[in-house]
């Protein structure tokens, strides 16, 4: 066990995980601000009624179970990142449900392995 990474919190959480679910939303609203601050068409999708039904089923259609770790998914994740293919941002073969860390985890990754992937913008 070790402690949730919020400066604040002292709650005891497993290694395997940074926040605790206090502060996982919380967390990820931030990453996602950063993320989506200074590319409107980005953020136009992630708030257009398409993704937010494309997200539901994706979700639905795995009991929302995390496809990496069997734990509860949160999140919907671009297989192949809409910044390296925009074309597939709805296409529900290029999609799988994630819980944060995963996600957040697998973004990271991305970041490292394809140079123009950043933190922000397409």
Not at 56 to 63: C, Q, S
Not at 86 to 113: D, F, G, M, V
Request: proline content about 5%.
């Amino acid at each position: 066990m070790r402690r949730c990474n919020h400066p604040t919190c002292n709650t005891l959480i497993s290694f395997n995980e940074t926040y605790c679910d206090k502060h996982k939303p919380y967390v990820n609203d931030k990453y996602n601000d950063v993320r989506r601050r200074n590319d409107p068409e980005y953020l136009r999708f992630y708030k257009s009624r398409q993704w937010q039904r494309m997200r539901e089923i994706v979700l639905m259609e795995n009991d929302y179970i995390c496809r990496s770790c069997g734990r509860q998914a949160q999140m919907v994740d671009h297989i192949i990142p809409t910044k390296v293919d925009w074309s597939k941002r709805l296409e529900k073969e290029n999609l799988q449900p994630l819980c944060y860390e995963c996600h957040n985890r697998k973004t990271k990754r991305e970041q490292k392995e394809v140079p123009h992937i950043k933190a922000r913008g397409r």
